[in-house]
């Protein structure tokens, strides 16, 4: 499952979308927050037509929406909202995984384990934003390797409303060794052919990155933070 090479206006509208996201994560940017294309265009230096594809990216993740007459507004993300995300994208995954466990053929186990053995010299290395990158490789691979297509889209569906808060999680290096740990659950599931297993290990797996995401949620709201005027 390899995605075409991002254009440069592309790339410009994800790094605009991914720094409006972890302010809204962070509280920086308070739920109820008009984002105005003109301000946001002014503060990163660009024509619109970027920062108008980046508040899509944002609102196609669910941190914020259109309401008529104001425009593109920040969600509220509550810890039931967080909860709600990983338990869907939980379920989604676990069938993916059983279904790969039984259908992936030697050479998309291969893939597997050579993405896993990569990512944990990364873990090692404390190499954040290469595992971050090769975390949502693994996960398609298993997308894939479900063998239904539909499968495989739902979850790449909620894999990209996660994305901001699973780029979130994983800047911490104790949630990537964690996170590594759980790989090798998973992998050795797949593996082995055993498909409940597999479903087991995928389901905590998420709901292990759903208490670690809730409980820095939880952490960055009890800090003081600056107030932004930027946003809007």
Known sequence: ??????????VLSQSIATDLEAEILL?????????DEAALARRFGVSRTPVREALQIVVARSLAVRQPY????????SP????????????IEALCGR???????MEERAALLREHEAMARMARSGDTAGYEEANTRFHQLIYAGSHNEDFAEMAETMRMKLAPFRRSQLADA???????????????AIVERDG??????????????????????????????????KAS
Not at 80 to 91: K, N, P, S, V, Y
Not at 174 to 180: C, D, E, G, H, P
């Open 174 to 188: 104790a949630r990537i060794a964690r996170s590594n740990t759980e790989h090798d659950q998973i992998v050795e």
């Open 27 to 35: 509280g920086q940017i308070a739920s109820g927050t008009r984002l």
């Open 99 to 105: 279904f790969a466990a039984q259908r992936m053929t």
């Open 70 to 77: 104001k425009g593109v507004v920040v969600s509220e993300i």
């Open 1 to 10: 499952m390899s995605a075409a090479p991002s254009s440069p206006k592309q």
């Open 80 to 91: 039931e909202r967080i909860d709600q995300l990983f338990e869907a994208m939980g379920e």
């Open 196 to 229: 409940p297993a597999a479903e087991r290990a995928l389901r905590r797996h998420l709901l292990s990155a759903a208490q670690a995401m809730l409980d820095k949620w939880a952490a960055s709201r009890a800090a003081p933070i600056p107030a932004r005027s």
